[in-house]
């Protein structure tokens, strides 16, 4: 077969979609379960490169967590001990594979952009691997094998509808690219720079010694680097990439993200595990430090499902820059700065009503994928406004509720470093404040902290910087959000209902909600 159709292109509006060999020899995978699109097979086939040319450097089986055709996470099959395996949420008994570690340690390297990730794999996937991935979030595999078990295992996953991709390894593609955009056909040599242990021959530093474990990990970051999409920068430690933006480098500090999902994220000097919570501390990269981190599947994506099915129908005129005499795009510079301004009007506490954020299950601080969003208590005189609000309280409330869960086994700080797209908004950065209590910071280029910690690290490691702590401090705050007493009683109020509305609503969910896995 030297076509393949695809359930959709870059985006679901554009078919037909397909793949194809111009030689007319024949696709070099099968696709086993599933009907992957366009984006899953470029994940697919760049993760691929990735893996392969891990093991080939190393000698150890790899994995890759891909996103958006980039690397959210790779790593070699080294095993895994008691602390690994409870970060990682693995059974301390569970007997492991080589490869089902290097996986494992792939999407544990990043677990919050592993969410719905490509997983790759250079060697057989087995059991035990398979058995792991049932259980996250994930659209499709690549491997050059996968044994009978593995594969029944795969093919229960999302009603049947999992990606599965077989590859040939012993393909070779063609030494020139091509790729047509806009009608513009592009054209460049395949990326067959060989990264292997003799570009590690010349160290130009007094200390010529370069442990075996120091070479691994290099190999690891350089071979990695090949197939990010931009000028980048990576950690590696112990055979896995290693994801400090938000300047909380000190043991104790917190802070908060808020993009598509969130997190809250505290600084310690020592491994914690709440399996009950499901939050745990990941190798920080400081040796011996640790972040623990708390997350939530949906948060800015909240934000967005309204602006696409409570707002666009009404304020579309606010999408496109026109001329004032058409619409008030000059008043408010985008469709956001007018939800904001808009939130701003309504009464703290949203007239009572509540808005869970679980539009897409939840992790923390109970793991449930058929949880799912509620407006609780809405009544005759419930505007839009209202319910906008209720969206970033509930955001705001849940973020609150995993700090809570973090301070169970660490002490988290009481001025809180906000990042992410969500910090741009000074309504956002309030309420986070009058609902947590704590002071909130915000820093310069909030949307690029990690971009800037990857550049702290690189300036550390090449001594531009004794310490990670100094580095952090030319991170700049630029906005500082006291609390508001006078608002606590009807947050408080509020936040209570919220923690009830999951316990109350479990059974209903798993009932309405797991059917359509069935």
Known sequence: MNELELKYGCNPNQKPARVFMKNGAALPFTVLNGKPGYINLLDAFNSWQLVRELKEATGLPAAASFKHVSPAGAALGLPLDEVDKQIYFVEPDEALSPIACAYIRARGADRLCSYGDWAALSDECDAATAAYLKTEVSDGIIAPAYSDEALAILKTKKGGRYNVVQIDPAYVPAPLEQKDVFGITFEQGHNDCKIDESLLTNIVTENKDLPKGAKRDMLLALITLKYTQSNSVCYAQG???IGVGAGCTAVGSTHIYSGTSGWVGTVMDHQAVDLSAMIAGIVGAEKGKYNYFAEMETAGKCFEWVKDHLVLDEVNIYLSKTDVAESQETVYESLYDYMSDTVARVAPGSGGVIFTPWLHGNRCPFEDPAAAGIFFNIQLETGKAQMLRAVLEGICFHQRWMLECEEKKTKTAPVIRFVGGGALSKVTCQMLADITGRTVETVENTKDVGAIGAAML??????????????????????????????????DRNYRVFRQLYASNKKNFALLNKLKEA
């Open 239 to 241: 055979g896995q990439l």
């Open 458 to 491: 690189a300036a550390v490691g090449s001594g531009l910087f004794p310490s990670l702590t100094l580095a952090a401090a030319h991170v700049k705050v630029n906005g500082r959000y006291e609390p508001n007493a006078a608002l606590k009683p009807v947050y």
